[in-house]
């Protein structure tokens, strides 16, 4: 999405939300053949499809039916708890708390496995690490 952005020299409209999600799809799909057993994303659709919901009203179905037939191990949820910085990208600062509980709504109606991350980066990187551990022990 940030790279689609960048290039996009205008302000993103509702379709734009659909070709960042083919892309998505598309980087996730080429990583995944030269992953060494595990794929570590910084987005995926769930993120789309929230503010596609969020900013619209609605979801494209395209986004829908795809989100349906991706499978992800883990998720891990930043929590909100580190100051919010100002990224041009980034929107309605006052809306985190907001934003924050509907992810983690869609990942318990989806029945996804997901970690909350809190505390500053070297704790939230150590719980990262012992949830992502655990989860491989557990796949084995």
């Avoid at 940030?2 to 509702?14: A, F, M």
């Avoid at 395209?62 to 929107?91: A, V």
Wanted: hydrophobic share 35%.
């Amino acid at each position: 999405a940030r790279t689609y952005l960048e290039s996009l020299g205008r302000p993103y409209e509702q379709h734009d939300l659909v070709e960042m999600a083919r892309g998505q799809i598309k980087v996730e799909d080429e990583l995944v053949k030269k992953a060494n057993k595990m794929l570590f994303c910084d987005t995926d659709l769930t993120v789309i499809k929230i503010w596609h919901q969020h900013k619209y009203g609605n979801v494209h179905p395209f986004i829908l039916e795809n989100l349906r037939h991706r499978k992800y191990d883990l998720y891990l949820l930043p929590f909100i708890d580190l100051p919010w910085k100002y990224d041009p990208q980034r929107e309605h600062p006052h809306l985190r708390s907001y934003l924050f509980d509907l992810y983690e709504k869609e990942l318990q109606s989806r029945r996804i496995d997901y970690v909350i991350l809190k505390g500053n980066h070297k704790q939230r990187f150590t719980s990262a690490v012992k949830a992502i551990e655990f989860a491989q022990n557990n796949w084995r």
